[in-house]
Nanobody, 124 residues
Framework: EVQLEESGGGLVQAGGSLRLSCAASGFTFDDYAIGWFRQAPGKEREEISCIGYSGRTFEYLDSVKGRFTLSRDSAKNTAYLQMVSLKPEDTAVYYC?????????????????WGQGTQVTVSS
């Protein structure tokens, strides 16, 4: 069974840091890109960034550039989203999703499996 499971969310003060993990199972991790998305209450889902199978990263969301960093560990079948200098506007449910081989920008249909999400709350 294909599974993606996010973890690492929580409550943090503005200026703090969190590292989200996306643990993959049930498929060959190295054959897939991992995208990160978020959705705040009452808002549309946002595409944050993506890391391809080779480790090449793509950053899509201007508001987090320079603060969020992607990585992946093939030995652990896990992708990471390191977030620093968090702001209250970063509060959202964060999701990871997989896409075959490469990243797809503004094409969520390419992501065929999603995690359940992890809540990130940044207090001011």
């Amino acid at each position: 069974e294909v599974q993606l499971e996010e973890s690492g969310g929580g409550l943090v003060q503005a200026g703090g840091s969190l590292r989200l993990s996306c643990a993959a199972s049930g498929f060959t991790f190295d054959d897939y890109a991992i995208g990160w998305f978020r959705q705040a209450p009452g808002k549309e889902r946002e595409e944050i960034s993506c890391i391809g199978y080779s480790g090449r990263t793509f950053e899509y969301l201007d508001s987090v550039k320079g603060r969020f960093t992607l990585s992946r560990d093939s030995a652990k079948n896990t992708a990471y989203l390191q977030m620093v200098s968090l702001k209250p506007e970063d509060t959202a449910v964060y999701y990871c999703a997989r896409a075959p081989i490469t990243c797809y920008h503004n094409y969520d249909e390419a992501y065929d499996a999603w995690g359940q999400g992890t809540q990130v709350t940044v207090s001011s």
